[in-house]
């Protein structure tokens, strides 16, 4: 059985699913709606808190997938949890020291007690459930690239204290998958048993630790085996379309771009976009297509927590390739026939040039 923790409305679920893995995934998510969406998907949900699970009893776990809310490290955010980092590196070695019975519980609690934003210590229980999990042979984690020096704490103490063989911390671009969209992520893969394979994956940069390491100079090219899908031919527009982000306000970064590239990514205030030639407000059904979801998935909640939902997920096609490449499976094909599936044919068909990410990775 899968784990898949701060489980969301199915951003891992419906990649696990484009792999037509066979293993049970069951979610955990706090927030009502998203998992009333994820359940209304099909997907197994219980709601409820990820600091009141106990890891030590849950022995039919083998694969962890863990995405912790990102808004204390975004842009979107702020990035006020940043300055948490501290805090949660002490807390980790704590917590290792802990796992090798070298430190008493409360040194660990007293730490996690140091930080500004209390959401900023979630971080740590993707490696308490790493120790605590009896059973578990690989796992997945996914944050915003501010946090990728975590990560590679992390995997320096699976490596140390629990005999993990095989870490690698990875940057992965959505639009680079097919997605709609940009949206860039930084994920840990962790192994015991099998060397991932991340030959394929289009990764903007590379750490590791263990058996596979590689430095990051040695990256491959990007791989143009996927199609670069505009804003507009995934929404069926013409061309020349525009989208206004804030009304008349105006920000560092604009309040307009165009539909002809990739959707800048989508936070909850995508709700306010509208398109500039008849003032037509975005709909979630097609917030969800730009993050990579059919256009018919269920969103469940108010039109703001509908928004929120499609914006904090993992695209489902970047998901199914972290998922293939950590467990072997041979996904590219798999995603091309799921993008396939979700966007029009002309959309497929389409490849404009590749846009530099400094134009359209900014807050919307």
């Given amino acids: 059985m899968i784990l898949n923790l701060f489980a969301g409305p199915g951003g891992l679920d419906m990649g696990a699913h484009i792999l037509n893995l066979a293993q049970p995934i069951h979610g955990y998510d706090i927030d009502p709606d998203a998992c009333?969406?994820?359940?209304?998907?099909?997907?197994?949900?219980?709601?409820?808190?990820?600091?009141?699970?106990?890891?030590?009893?849950?022995?039919?776990?083998?694969?962890?997938?863990?995405?912790?809310?990102?808004?204390?490290?975004?842009?979107?955010?702020?990035?006020?949890?940043?300055?948490?980092?501290?805090?949660?590196?002490?807390?980790?070695?704590?917590?290792?020291d802990n796992f090798a019975g070298m430190q008493p519980d409360d040194a660990y609690a007293a730490?996690?007690?140091?930080?500004?934003?209390?959401?900023?210590?979630?971080?740590?229980?993707?490696?308490?459930?790493?120790?605590?999990?009896?059973?578990?042979?690989?796992?997945?984690?996914?944050?915003?690239p501010?946090?990728?020096?975590?990560?590679?704490?992390?995997?320096?103490?699976?490596?140390?204290?629990?005999?993990?063989?095989?870490?690698?911390?990875?940057?992965?671009?959505?639009?680079?998958?097919?997605?709609?969209?940009?949206?860039?992520?930084?994920?840990?893969?962790?192994?015991?048993?099998?060397?991932?394979?991340?030959?394929?994956?289009?990764?903007?940069?590379?750490?590791?630790?263990?058996?596979?390491?590689?430095?990051?100079?040695?990256?491959?090219?990007?791989?143009?085996?996927?199609?670069?899908?505009?804003?507009?031919?995934?929404?069926?527009?013409?061309?020349g379309e525009r989208i206004n982000t804030r009304g008349n306000r105006r920000t560092s970064g604009g309040?307009?771009?165009?539909?002809?590239?990739p959707s800048w990514c989508l936070t909850s205030k995508a709700r306010s976009w509208k398109r500039v030639s008849d003032g037509a407000p975005l709909t979630a059904s097609q917030a969800g297509l730009l993050t990579g979801f059919p256009a018919d998935y269920p969103w469940r909640g108010s039109r703001s927590k509908q928004f929120l939902q499609a914006a904090d997920v993992v695209a489902p096609p970047v998901a199914a390739a972290v998922l293939g490449a950590t467990l072997g499976i041979d996904w590219p094909p798999l995603v091309r026939d799921y993008l396939a599936a979700i966007y029009?044919?002309?959309?497929?068909?389409?490849?404009p040039r590749l846009y530099q990410p400094a134009l359209f990775e900014g807050v919307a």
């Fill in 111 to 144: 730490a996690l007690a140091e930080m500004n934003d209390p959401r900023s210590s979630l971080l740590v229980e993707t490696l308490r459930f790493a120790f605590r999990l009896p059973n578990l042979r690989w796992l997945v984690a996914e944050q915003v």
């Fill in 146 to 239: 501010a946090a990728a020096p975590i990560w590679q704490e992390i995997s320096a103490e699976l490596a140390m204290t629990a005999n993990w063989t095989h870490l690698a911390v990875l940057t992965v671009a959505a639009h680079e998958l097919g997605v709609a969209s940009t949206r860039t992520r930084t994920f840990l893969i962790a192994t015991r048993d099998t060397v991932p394979e991340l030959d394929g994956l289009p990764m903007r940069d590379l750490w590791t630790t263990g058996r596979f390491a590689a430095p990051m100079h040695e990256l491959p090219p990007i791989a143009d085996q996927f199609p670069h899908i505009t804003m507009a031919a995934a929404l069926g527009w013409p061309a």
């Fill in 255 to 261: 309040n307009e771009f165009s539909a002809d590239g």
């Fill in 344 to 351: 029009p044919a002309e959309a497929l068909a389409a490849r």
């Fill in 36 to 96: 009333d969406t994820a359940q209304v998907a099909g997907f197994n949900r219980t709601r409820g808190s990820v600091l009141d699970l106990d890891p030590d009893t849950m022995h039919p776990i083998t694969g962890a997938i863990i995405t912790p809310p990102c808004p204390p490290f975004s842009r979107s955010g702020l990035g006020k949890g940043l300055t948490d980092f501290p805090a949660i590196r002490e807390a980790l070695t704590l917590l290792g």
